[in-house]
């Protein structure tokens, strides 16, 4: 080998060598200081480019992988710290094409400090189309950029940090991003925060392709809205709590939305919970569901499940289930559709039902943008079912205008009310009350009674109300269409005038109690009845009331005591009414009215009451005048009052008042009090043949005055009663009897027992005459014991100057059978012959005797009776005889004189002279009068008198015996006359 040619590779291998080693002293330098080489580099890097700072430690740079610990970077408001960041790469591809094949984060803290209120790309959500979302997708159009430079990034046990407006929310994170083959981004994020969490998957690539699905569920939304938003209830200042459960929300969003990709949407609140003005409501489960692929037509599905929803007295039915379908059309046109029943009702299902609504509303239209109707296939209400509703509306927000069909109860379709409309009035001014109207009429089918088609008329009926924030005011009038309403019921009544009812009631909002009043006015009314009949009837009636709570009225305490007494303390009653014409079937009146009036006074009740009657006939009595005066007051619990009567009846004044006193109205009522008639002064008054037709002609003069007392209870009633008439004078002329000087004291200690105990009544009659008998003097004592006797404690008159006695006697007051007598004591004959007038003589002595009598089979009869002379005693009958068997002395004998003619003629005897005058002076020493026999009914009296009759000639013994024909009838008409014949 050529030496130079050895020498000069021998300096080449040595060169080469000395490179080698110093390449290889470089190589080994970098090695070794590659990671603060790098350091440098990166942080250099970092600084250039805006951060302020910037630290790491670089503990690991292999050539496929390297790792970071401890990062701090801080640009402007954020900042960034990594506890670990590790990539793996293929380190030709890292350097040729920048792409690292998997990076994995650990213990990441973002803190980022955001402004509120960061507007969004699109603010204008009236022309938010489909190509807007498309627009946002295109931000993130992976497709122009290439291919990714990762395979795979995967952040573990990170938090990120946002400060907004000085509050700070830290949710933990977790994300994964995986490079697919396609060149798209496979996403997996989910943020945990102690308030909810949030999960999100999604697909980028382009705006055709991209998809995105998020998940957020919130275990508090309200805690969280109000750390946010502190003041966010002052914007709604009548929501006084709003609580739920967890609530989730689904949003599957693709970029590209087509048939066979939809925009799915849900939300789902558990146990929601809220108080708003006086809506109270909780709900256990809330969902809202929409899926669609075209903005032009978002359809959604509303369910949730009630346990409470409710407005004042107005709730749905609990544990209903309800489901609603909405449909948005162009953001133009929103309608909402139940799909099941909506069961409500309202206080305490006094009203209830299960509607149907179907409501539309159109953004675009200024003039009638909603549209509604409600229907209900039956209402209850209370005891009653109601026909079937359907009502439409349509309007704005500021008036809505709404029309019914025909309204009426189930059971009695044959009377209802008309197709109805009215109006609701919103303003804008939210001091102002809503106003509400409806008007309708009364229908009525026809009615058949007793064969023909019965009159009804018509009334108009208009409501008015007005809700306000603290009161609710509603008008409700109901008033004859027709200025004179008919009513015709054949057979039965007529009825014609006008009528008129007014309703006005006012609702506190804060204390939910009632104000208000009932006006009923009804004018020229015209009945006709088989019971009741007038003319020109006029009736107002008002009842007002304050305070009142309508619960109370449905509780079960109502009624008690304590109720009722709140109830009237709350009232204010009064009615009042006229007329004209009043007919009854026993009674009439020309003119009458009357006014009633009941008030609460502070605790204490009032009620007073007044009538006024006019030419008043009863049966056959007529009174010119009735007035009733009556008032009261008191609690329920001790009430006093008193009441004023007077009457004017055949020009006699009458006045009758009292006082009394009520106890315990509603448990256990007790009543008690006196009454006076006022002193009557009665002359010559035909009272009594008004009183009972068959005593006409008799009359009645004296002063009448009367006392009592009474009570009742439950058990029982009773009054008592003490009657005097002083002065009486009675005349019947009919029966020829006038009885004078008459007192009467009667008391009656039990009106129900009909009982006077020991106390007796008194009858005085000075004196009483018949046609032309008289008596005087005429006493009785007597008492009414237990209603079923009168007992004759003493009873005498005097006549014919001696005594007539009734015999102590229990007579009994039902008409049953007795018997009793009557004791004739010295019956003067003297006054006998002045009685009898036409007697031409004079008679001595006295007569005793016994008259019984009894009640058979309710008829009253005379038994064998007798008037007789005392034993041992005699009478004188003397009497003018003269002429009476002489008379006709100067008449010629008829026939020859016989001897014993002769003789008499010889001792100047004349035998019918001698006879008239032993006739004209009897000495009787018999006198038996056998009166009203039995067995001889035509004869009632037999007279056998037996004695010495005197003359001249010789002292002859007579008998005479003489009987009175006829019947008790005519034998009392020939005594009553027996002066006058």
Not at 961 to 975: A, D, H, I
Request: aromatic share 8%.
């Amino acid at each position: 080998m050529n030496p130079r040619l050895q020498k000069s590779l021998r300096i080449s291998l040595r060169i080469a060598l000395a490179g080698g080693a110093l390449l290889l002293l470089l190589i080994c330098v970098f090695w070794f200081t590659r990671i603060s080489t790098a350091s440098r580099l990166v942080r250099s890097y970092l600084e250039d480019n805006g951060f302020q700072k910037a630290e790491f430690d670089l503990v690991s740079l292999q050539l496929d992988s390297l790792e970071v610990e401890n990062v701090t970077l801080e640009r402007d408001e954020t900042s960034l710290q990594l506890r670990k960041l590790s990539l793996s790469y293929d380190l030709s591809e890292l350097i040729n094409n920048q792409r690292i094949q998997e990076a994995h984060i650990e213990g990441a803290t973002l803190v980022q400090a955001l402004e509120s209120g960061e507007s969004s790309p699109s603010e204008d959500t009236d022309s938010f189309v489909l190509e807007d979302l498309q627009t946002y997708f295109s931000y993130f159009d992976l497709s122009a950029i290439g291919p990714l430079p990762f395979d795979r990034i995967q952040i573990a046990d990170s938090t990120t940090e946002f400060v907004i407006d000085g509050k700070t929310i830290s949710p933990k994170i977790e994300a994964t991003f995986v490079a697919k083959a396609d060149q798209s981004l496979d996403i997996e994020l989910q943020l945990e925060e102690p308030s909810g969490t949030l999960h999100l998957l999604g697909t980028l690539y382009d705006p055709n392709t991209s998809e995105f699905s998020l998940d957020l569920r919130l275990k508090d939304p309200s805690q969280a809205l109000s750390y946010w938003y502190p003041d966010w209830r002052n914007s709604l200042p009548d929501l006084s709590r709003i609580e739920s459960g967890p609530v989730e929300i689904q949003i599957k969003l693709p970029a590209a939305v087509q048939d066979s990709r939809n925009i799915d949407f849900s939300i789902e609140i558990q146990d929601l919970r809220t108080d708003y003005e006086e809506v109270v409501a909780q709900i256990p489960r809330l969902s809202l569901r929409s899926s669609f692929n075209s903005f032009d037509n978002i359809p959604a599905t509303l369910e949730f499940s009630v346990q409470q929803l409710a407005r004042d007295t107005l709730s749905l039915s609990p544990d209903s289930n309800l489901k609603f379908g909405i449909e948005l059309k162009d953001f133009s046109f929103l309608k909402i559709q139940s799909l099941t029943p909506i069961p409500w009702n309202y206080d305490t299902d006094y009203i209830s039902g299960s509607s149907k609504l179907t409501a539309t509303y159109k953004l675009n239209d200024e003039t009638a943008p909603l549209w509604a109707v409600l229907e209900d296939p039956q209402i209850e209400l209370s005891d009653y079912t109601l026909t079937p509703l359907f009502a439409e509306l349509e309007g704005d927000f500021d008036e809505l205008r709404f029309t019914t069909e025909e309204l009426g109860l189930a059971d009695f379709p044959e009377h209802r009310l008309s197709a109805g409309y009215g109006n609701i009035l919103i303003p804008e001014d939210e001091t102002e009350p809503i106003a509400v109207t409806f008007n309708a009429e009364s229908l009525s089918d026809p009615i058949i009674l007793n064969e023909e088609t019965a009159g009804i008329p018509v009334f108009t009926i208009s409501l008015s109300t007005e809700v306000g924030d603290e009161s609710t005011r509603s008008l409700i009038t109901v008033a004859s269409k027709d200025q004179q309403s008919y009513l015709n019921l054949p057979g039965l009544a007529t009825l014609k005038g006008t009528l008129a009812a007014n309703v006005d009631l006012n609702q506190s909002e804060a204390t939910e109690l009632f104000t208000g009043s009932v006006k009923l006015d009804a004018s020229n009314l015209s009945i006709q009845s088989e019971p009741l009949s007038g003319n020109g009837v006029n009736i107002q009636s008002l009842i007002s009331f304050r305070d009142l709570d309508s619960d109370s009225l449905t509780s079960d305490e109502f009624p008690s005591e304590p109720t009722i007494a709140d109830l009237l303390d709350k009232l204010q009653v009064t009615l009042d009414w006229q007329a004209n014409e009043l007919d009854l079937p026993n009674a009439s009146a020309k003119w009458s009215g009357g006014s009633h009036s009941l008030a609460g006074i502070d605790g204490s009740i009032q009620f007073s009451n007044t009538l006024s009657l006019g030419i008043v006939a009863l049966d056959t009595i007529q009174v010119e005048q009735v007035y009733v005066e009556n008032s009261n007051q008191g609690s329920l619990s001790q009430m006093s009052g008193s009441v004023a009567f007077s009457s004017l009846l055949a020009g006699t004044s009458i006045e009758l008042s009292s006082k009394y006193e009520a106890l315990d109205l509603l448990d256990e009522p007790k009543l008690s009090g006196d009454f006076e008639l006022s002193p009557i002064s009665l002359f010559h008054s035909d009272l009594p043949s008004l009183l009972i037709p068959e005593l006409a002609g008799l009359t009645v003069s004296g002063n009448l005055s009367a006392s009592g007392s009474f009570h009742s209870d439950r058990d029982s009633s009773d009054s008592s009663f003490h009657t005097i008439l002083q002065e009486g004078l009675v005349e019947y002329p009919a029966s020829q009897i006038t009885a004078s000087g008459i007192e009467v004291d009667l008391q009656v200690d039990s009106l129900a027992n009909l009982d006077s105990a020991e106390h007796r009544s008194r009858l005085t009659i000075d004196k009483l005459k018949a046609g032309d008998f008289e008596a005087h003097d005429a006493k009785a004592q007597f008492r009414i014991l237990e209603g079923t006797q009168l007992a004759i404690d003493s009873a005498d008159v005097s006549l014919f100057d001696g005594k007539a006695l009734l015999r102590t006697s229990d007579i009994p007051i039902d008409g049953s059978d007795f018997q009793s007598s009557v004791r004739l004591e010295h019956l003067s004959l003297a006054e006998l012959s002045r009685y009898a007038q036409s007697f031409e003589g004079e008679m001595d002595g006295r007569l005793s005797g016994e008259l019984p009598f009894r009640v058979k089979d309710g008829e009253f009869q005379l038994l064998r009776g007798s008037l007789n002379l005392p034993p041992n005693t005699t009478a004188t009958l003397l009497y003018n005889t003269k002429g009476l068997l002489t008379e006709d002395d100067t008449e010629a004998p008829a026939e020859k004189p016989t001897f014993s003619d002769r003789v008499l003629k010889f001792l100047k005897i004349d035998p019918d002279r001698a006879a008239e005058e032993a006739l004209g002076n009897i000495t009787l020493t018999r006198f038996d009068a056998e009166l009203f026999p039995e067995d001889s009914p035509d004869m009632p009296i037999t007279i056998r008198m037996e004695g010495t009759a005197h003359s001249g000639v010789a002292e002859i013994p007579v008998v005479i015996s003489t009987q009175v024909f006829g019947s008790m009838s005519e034998l009392y008409n020939f005594l009553i006359r027996l002066n006058s014949l």
